[in-house]
């Protein structure tokens, strides 16, 4: 139930709309629907600018599609070492760009400081054409530790990815999360980096099969449509996405699931923190906690119904427990009965 | 509304079971669901043997992400000269497969004969590594014409494939049609050629965003699996694409629908038979109808409504009505109209 | 000894070269040494313009690194279904290209005429991003059957590949044997075609080792360069590979060398011509000769020493006898006496 | 001069022996020449079991070679952060492979120990297709910093690599060097760490174009030689590649160039060693020597004609000096002086 907020169910503004909507729908195929090219008006009003969207079905597809339109295929991505990208989609990097490189760097558990960033481009003698040269820099926001870059932050590392010749990519599988915490518009929370495309993530947040591809740089539109057909991701009924990502962004759901989500963290965050066994491993801003507690806790829980997975934060071993726009206070409550009866 | 199968609405038995059974599911991401695993057993009572079963977004990444499990980056595929993996796939046969070549062979218009086949076996000068060695016969059923090949024709096909050491894949994107048109079990229609993996196209005949990648070969599974994982194609809440399929083959809905399309194309085919303006380009078996007019019938049909595509049966110019499980009478019954008023 | 260039030694003046310049020579690696960056001025003089070389390893890479450069990997190339890209390299169009795809094409058995050119290019329903899109034009000069596209025929297949948004590229493993015989300048050959670029092949001509990848786009060099170090192809004592050019060039070497592999074809040529056992297939313009003869006679050949290969000419079969730079009058004389004695 | 080992000429037995026993030869193309089946017994009596050669062009696609055969494209291949691989090969691993990950360890600065892999391979969570798994273990010998791992370490590590099912490569770039350090055999050199492949590098040592690929798993030949294809690395006057094998292996002269490059490195490393104004950064043991030095020296020796590459050791900057087979004593009593005269 905490183990990921991929186990949450799709939440039913989005089957309602698909139900209402799309039922009886006789569209155009791959995209060349009504449904799909309203989607532009939608996502460009919420980042107060000209974007382009594509629907994509998962986040590896959404963030590698991205940087095979964004890096040459001898070029070189750089990316938190424990990023989803550097740790979590297999080889998925590597075969969508044709072989581009991931450069994982990283001091801090999950962020890139500016220093470190400039020190990595600086001192690296990039002779020639044997190393692999830095083309994109990915950012996570929020981070894979539900923490957040400020605007200031996300500025300074966009300015040195300029100076370096290297566009920016924001990885915002939790982006919601981090904008209810940030509690700016979205287009203050991304420009500052300057970056050229973003994963909007839905999937962990109320859709169940779309992932909004933005490509702040139209240009990169039609590379990323071939790059999709190439690699089996041009839906021919690309509308029942769309659909989904009407629904996603209608009302406010989008924020409005984060929101939920974010705060079932912070009381579950709370009863932790207030449990003698257990000691939260860091704070985060979202919807993910990360508590170390005794085995024999862990297995107390598991057996209350509880599935949480064993995690790392960087060499310390805990817990990882994630909630999602369906964490009820009932699950709140159940849990807590259960943390007590240890 | 004859554009393509493509246009066609998901039908209301996919969303109604979306909405009942999953609408609350909390379960195990990337297929590690209930749902995922039940459909291994379905479609293992609909072939009469063990299957393993991948449930995929489109049909592109169904049928690439089954040649890459099958042929080597070095090898080859052997495939009909005018088949969707020749003309339709734009390039991802080669990319899957990390550079596989396609040898396109294929006197007929639609279908590969023995005869073809062994000569280009036996004759190719397969020397050493310089020539692409073909190491999997991929054949169309029903064919890009809506043919159909029969069972013993699948089964010379299987056995020269079986001598030159070839696995045999099915592109079955239209394979519902073809089996009502047979009259046989999907075993008997399918197990003659040898077949190591099909894909039972779904999207253009009830689904919306899930085909079914049927592996015979249940050893292919776990590589599939990869590279699935590798291009994006492992979907987080795999649930929702495996309920998609439960309705489809729940009291024989996928047969239902195809007997539906086939049906509605019989009259459509009978109507434009009739029609002195008319001639069909050739005897379609299934769900496709490819017929000569004039330029100004064809302007006329688009005027009133209905958009055709323009096609090629060869060199021969013609255009292309496809039905799809939705096409009702009263479609029939206005086309019949808008010709009459011609 | 007639079996194909490839079995022809190296040619003294090159290895003579290797031992005089190069022996004691300390220089930069990777082709940041002397001998490379003169190649450049040597071949522009040839050429009368000016061109950058890239020195590779074989054919295959000097084919398949231009192609890469040229060609995004969603894109098409056509080629002739005879040529060496078609028949002879295995799958390394697609996998330079990282997926490109080869639309083989050609009713002659060994050239493209304008007209098909035109009609495939305007006819082929290039679909949105379905199909993929041809970016390359490649021709093989001379044709694998030793035949020579003439000047005229060159310029009108450039204006059809420019209007269609195309680069050129000329496939030219025996490029100084069809010089020798057209009689022209390599300028007044080539350029007509508007080429990008094109592969002055050595290595059947003299060299071991050493082909000349020429860029008539200098902006294409750098793509090239990073391409060659992900393919390994960027050779570090790059000075050796230059070396075997620059003797290649010398005193017209390469059309010296051509010029001795044609007239040695010319002789053989008119031998079998006269033979009553023996029926030229077609007739060629260069060192490659296809002919018609008994089993029995060819058998008769092999006994006496001379590995013949079986070939085809489209669908007829006959043997192919290849000449070189190093074919004598004793080797004419020898064969000579061998058919005699038949 | 001591800028690199790729700086330094041909030798001149290697050319020689072109002069004298290839430059006549007419022979199969493709390797199916006397001379390069020849290479399997000479490198299967150096390390006294059977092995298998390839023949190649560049240290870059010998290793990746080696690679793309051991190690499928959605795995990951173990590596030291600072090796070749991780730093030096651009994106070729990536690109040869067809996307494999590489994982980039170790704690020192150019080992990896038993305990970090160990440590390695059980912590990390390979969740099931997410994470790519380590399925090759690659070695470099002598190390990028010239060190040598003990025959008990390999040892070692080749244990834990065969617990996780991996199989273990060798660069031996500079192998050679290493062994006339270690003096020990070859097999036992290597054979402790169950190596299936390792890259003989030859081009740094007195070849100029050819390394040698040997297989101690004869099977992963067949494999080889079909990406070799692919890759453009099959060459096709073969035998002359071949022969320069057979000069080097020829009454010991790669042991020779060996010997006289680390013992020319420890004069040289003496004299730095013994000056005021140097201190050696780390003890190595082949003929490379990092050593820091006030810049205005560098600029002293450059001047005097000694071209020094400025390199880091880890984060600590300093210069790096290699000799080679043929660093002479003028060339040592040349830099003596150089030095004094500071």
Known sequence: MFLSDNTAPACPEV??????????????????????????????????????????????????????????????????????????????????????????????????????????????????????????LTITQATELGRIYSTEHLQELGAIARHYDMRVFIDGARFANALIQQNVSPSAAVM??????????????????????????????????QKAKQTGHLASKMRYLSAQLHAYFKDGLWLNNARAANSAAKQLSGLLNANPHCELAIESDTNQIFVRMPDALHQHLQDAGFDIYPWHVEDQACFRLVTNWATSNDHIDAFANALRSY
């Not at 991505?77 to 075969?95: G, K, M």
């Open 192 to 225: 500052p980096s300057g970056a050229s495309a973003m994963t909007l993530g839905a999937i962990k947040n109320g859709t169940f099969g779309a992932e909004a591809l933005v490509l702040f740089e139209p240009e990169l539109f039609p590379v990323v449509r």
């Open 15 to 136: 089957l309602n709309y698909l139900q209402q909507y799309v039922q009886n729908s006789v569209d155009h195929p791959y995209g060349g629907d009504q449904l799909t090219s309203k989607l532009n008006d939608i996502v460009s009003n919420i980042f107060e600018r000209e974007v382009m969207v594509f629907p994509v079905l998962s986040g590896t597809a959404s963030n590698c599609l991205a940087l095979a339109a964004m890096c040459p295929s001898t070029g070189a991505v750089i990316t938190h070492r424990n990023s989803h990208l550097s740790v979590d989609e297999n080889t998925a990097p590597h075969f969508f760009t044709g072989g581009a490189a991931l450069h994982q760097i990283g001091g801090g558990a999950d962020t890139i400081s500016p220093e470190e960033l400039s020190r990595f481009c600086a001192k690296r003698p990039w002779r020639d054409v044997h190393s692999a040269v830095p083309r994109v």
